[in-house]
């Protein structure tokens, strides 16, 4: 069973394309998150839904647009695409809103801008 | 502004040979610091949170501690199995978290 899934797992597109990914978790969480893994590891959080409100929205350029139409569903869409995008996106899931409780991560959708 | 350090970059091990890694925070308020382990071309897999100053926990060959400025994961006779990118993050209380850049571990057999 797959518990935080994100399609889709590799993205190769030019620049100045708009693309989306989409996450979905099974996991019964009322949190979503969308981070960006650069390539020296960093793990940076963009945003962060709370059944369905966004709580969450670090400094991202607003060619970067989240939408969460459940709890369950998280999905980014982004908007004309530079080669700073390409990264390795991370979709995660945790309860109780903002808190201390640990994160569970989708395996990272691989964004490639040519 | 806060901050997660994690030390060394990388690490290679012989099989068998234990060692520590270090993650050093300064985090406004920490309420949690978690470790994580990262496979290559995989998500972030939970291993511990630790939530207090002299907190410790274990899991097969693993062992995490928190002091109130670093914490250490100690991996005890290691395994080749045990190879992959362990990552720690604080969380404040300014409900921020805040990850370090992992440290790379191989175990040789």
């Known amino acids: 069973d797959t518990a935080v899934s994100q399609t889709p797992k590799y993205l190769v597109t030019q620049m100045g394309n708009d693309k989306s990914i989409k996450c979905e978790q099974n996991?019964?969480?009322?949190?979503m998150y969308w981070y960006k893994q650069d390539s020296k590891k960093f793990l940076k959080i963009m945003f962060s839904?709370?059944?369905?409100?966004?709580?969450i929205n670090e400094t991202v350029p607003n060619r970067f647009s989240p939408k969460s139409p459940d709890k369950a569903h998280l999905n980014l869409h982004i908007n004309s695409l530079e080669l700073g995008d390409s990264a390795v996106y991370f979709c995660?899931?945790?309860?109780?809103?903002?808190?201390?409780?640990?994160?569970?991560f989708g395996d990272g959708t691989r964004l490639s801008i040519l | 502004e806060d901050q997660v350090t994690q030390s060394p970059e990388a690490l290679r091990l012989q099989e068998g040979e234990s060692s520590s890694l270090n993650c050093s925070y300064t985090?406004?308020?920490?309420?949690?610091l978690f470790w994580y382990r990262q496979d290559p071309g995989k998500g972030p897999e939970f291993l511990f949170t630790?939530?207090?100053a002299g907190e410790e926990k274990e899991k097969e060959r693993l062992k995490a501690t928190l002091t109130k400025k670093e914490s250490f994961l100690h991996i005890t006779a290691p395994k080749p199995e045990d190879s992959a990118t362990y990552l720690c993050?604080?969380?404040?209380?300014?409900?921020?978290?805040?990850f370090g850049s992992g440290t790379r571990l191989s175990i040789r057999p």
């Open positions: 985090v406004s308020g920490l309420r949690g």
């Open positions: 630790l939530y207090s």
């Open positions: 996991l019964g969480h009322d949190t």
């Open positions: 839904y709370n059944n369905k409100e966004l709580i």
């Open positions: 993050a604080g969380y404040s209380s300014a409900s921020k978290i805040i």
């Open positions: 995660a899931s945790s309860t109780g809103g903002l808190s201390n409780q640990p994160q569970h």
